[in-house]
């Protein structure tokens, strides 16, 4: 007669894991991989073309990253510059004469878009 090994597992355990994954671990993990994210946005704005303008400075050193706000599943984190013409100047017009060379308007807009997979991977990294 053949001998059979083997082990149990009680599934209640493993279920209490995956509920703990996903109410906590996967959120916290996250969260910390949009503030990743959020931090490479503003580096990009700074450094890749269209650039954040930079005449007094100002604007640069106010940079803002919010504590990620995580509700119902969703997690959301809000990041940008924050002084009182940040949003006028995002807007202006390509004629704009811009004091740096590079500057020019979206130059937040633009990077959510062509960097997207870049900032994706900082969170899938944190995961």
Do not use: C
Request: hydrophobic residues 35%; glycine residues 8%; aromatic residues 6%.
């Amino acid at each position: 007669m053949e001998k059979k090994s083997g082990f149990s597992v009680d599934a209640k355990d493993f279920l209490k894991g995956l509920t703990k994954l996903d109410k906590q671990v996967i959120p916290q993990a996250s969260s910390d991989g949009l503030m990743r994210a959020g931090a490479h946005v503003l580096r990009d704005a700074i450094l890749q073309e269209p650039r954040a303008p930079h005449k007094s400075g100002n604007l640069w050193r106010n940079q803002k990253i919010e504590t990620p706000v995580i509700k119902r599943g969703d997690i959301s984190l809000i990041v940008g510059f924050n002084t009182p013409y940040a949003g006028r100047v995002h807007e202006l017009p390509e004629t704009t004469n811009w004091t740096l060379k590079g500057s020019g308007p979206k130059y937040l807009e633009s990077k959510l878009s062509s960097n997207k997979a870049d900032y994706a991977e900082d969170v899938a990294k944190s995961l």
